[in-house]
């Protein structure tokens, strides 16, 4: 399957494009577009190309897209990933440039110069670049393979605000447009991430790999842990964005079913929030594969065995 990453790493995209990287049985990686979420673009751009060196990936090209959201202004997350988006292992400064053009009109053209159905975007960021990709191209939907996104949740609250998942918070009228293009739409929410904790012992079997890469992402990973097991009192944080390159490689490991979800894009309690009719209580159309679950060992081993390859 051909797929365009768009991310904003922080360590848990980087691990996500490497999984994808590390299975090209399976996947061919067209491109890695890059926007403004955990951190401003700059430095999302540079993470990328940071983690693609790293692997020695460097002939997967890189494009950075919108510096902030479609009519809101930047949040970011330094207070989970730090300053850089990458704190806690010092990897150098990219060589490798980004590669020339606009992460949006990029998709739009990868998309489109393929057959219909032929490409997936996994989304592990604010959807602002998607947005403008689907604004930009109003067959772009018709034409996509499909959409996985991690992003939102159902019944287990926010991590931005209470009710509010930080990608869909941070460009809320983005999410809307994707959530009504029409595209086949897989969403990973917290439901689901809030179960795949990187525990001590999953990362002490990611470092016994022995390779850059999974020393490198050890102590990432292990940064963030440290916030998230005292803000949650958790055994190790969410490996929220390798879900969503997982579900295409593994599906068999989640579950869910396919529901209406629709984004508040106005109220300023419960901006961002995503609104799930799991139970059909409306006569809306089902517009999302929503997971609910996952089988938190099986995705750790799978995470694992494809970081070993890199
Ligand atoms: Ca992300």
Same mark, same amino acid.
């Given at each position: 399957?051909?797929?365009?990453?768009?991310?904003?790493?922080?360590?848990?995209?980087?691990?996500?494009?490497?999984?994808?990287?590390? !299975?090209?049985?399976?996947?061919?990686?067209?491109?890695?577009?890059?926007? %403004?979420?955990?951190?401003?673009?700059?430095?999302?751009?540079?993470?990328?190309?940071?983690?693609?060196?790293?692997?020695?990936?460097?002939?997967?090209? %890189?494009?950075?897209?919108? /510096? %902030?959201?479609?009519? &809101?202004?930047?949040? @970011?997350?330094?207070? +989970? *990933?730090?300053?850089?988006?990458?704190?806690?292992?010092?990897?150098?400064?990219?060589?490798?440039?980004?590669?020339?053009?606009?992460?949006?009109?990029?998709?739009?053209?990868?998309?489109? !110069?393929?057959?219909?159905? /032929?490409?997936?975007?996994?989304?592990?960021?604010?959807?602002?670049?998607? $947005?403008? %990709?689907?604004?930009?191209?109003?067959?772009?939907?018709?034409?996509?393979?499909?959409?996985?996104?991690?992003?939102? $949740?159902? !019944?287990?609250?926010?991590?931005?605000?209470?009710?509010? /998942?930080? #990608?869909?918070?941070?460009?809320? /009228?983005?999410?809307?447009?994707?959530?009504?293009?029409? $595209?086949?739409?897989?969403?990973?929410?917290?439901?689901?991430? *809030?179960?795949?904790?990187?525990?001590?012992?999953?990362?002490?079997?990611?470092?016994?790999?022995?390779?850059?890469?999974?020393?490198?992402?050890?102590?990432?990973?292990?940064?963030?842990?440290?916030?998230?097991?005292?803000?949650?009192?958790?055994?190790?944080?969410?490996?929220?964005?390798?879900? +969503?390159?997982?579900?295409?490689?593994?599906?068999?490991?989640?579950?869910?079913?396919?529901? #209406?979800?629709?984004?508040?894009?106005? !109220?300023?309690?419960?901006?961002?929030? @995503?609104?799930?009719?799991?139970?059909? +209580?409306?006569?809306?159309?089902?517009?999302?594969?929503?997971?609910?679950?996952?089988?938190?060992?099986?995705?750790?081993?799978?995470?694992?065995? &494809?970081?070993?390859?890199?």
């Amino acid at each position: 399957m051909q797929i365009i990453i768009d991310c904003d790493p922080s360590p848990d995209d980087a691990v996500a494009f490497l999984v994808a990287l590390g !299975s090209p049985g399976e996947l061919e990686v067209l491109a890695i577009t890059t926007v %403004a979420g955990n951190v401003p673009l700059p430095l999302t751009s540079k993470n990328a190309r940071k983690a693609l060196e790293l692997a020695k990936k460097t002939g997967t090209p %890189a494009y950075a897209g919108a /510096e %902030a959201p479609l009519v &809101r202004k930047l949040v @970011t997350a330094e207070h +989970v *990933h730090g300053r850089t988006g990458f704190d806690g292992y010092d990897l150098p400064e990219p060589c490798i440039p980004l590669a020339d053009g606009f992460a949006p009109d990029v998709i739009v053209d990868l998309v489109m !110069s393929r057959d219909p159905g /032929e490409v997936a975007l996994c989304c592990l960021a604010p959807l602002t670049n998607i $947005a403008l %990709a689907l604004e930009k191209e109003p067959k772009l939907a018709a034409h996509l393979k499909q959409i996985v996104l991690m992003g939102g $949740a159902f !019944s287990e609250g926010g991590n931005i605000t209470p009710a509010a /998942e930080f #990608n869909i918070f941070v460009d809320p /009228e983005a999410a809307d447009k994707v959530m009504r293009c029409g $595209a086949p739409i897989t969403m990973i929410p917290l439901d689901c991430t *809030h179960q795949a904790l990187t525990k001590q012992s999953r990362l002490d079997k990611l470092r016994a790999i022995g390779t850059p890469v999974s020393e490198a992402f050890y102590h990432l990973l292990k940064f963030n842990k440290i916030f998230d097991e005292q803000k949650y009192g958790w055994e190790g944080g969410p490996l929220h964005d390798a879900t +969503v390159i997982a579900y295409l490689l593994a599906p068999h490991l989640f579950s869910g079913r396919k529901v #209406n979800v629709e984004v508040e894009c106005e !109220s300023p309690l419960t901006l961002g929030m @995503t609104v799930v009719d799991w139970w059909a +209580v409306t006569q809306k159309t089902p517009n999302v594969q929503f997971l609910r679950s996952i089988d938190a060992d099986g995705y750790f081993d799978l995470v694992i065995e &494809r970081l070993a390859r890199l």
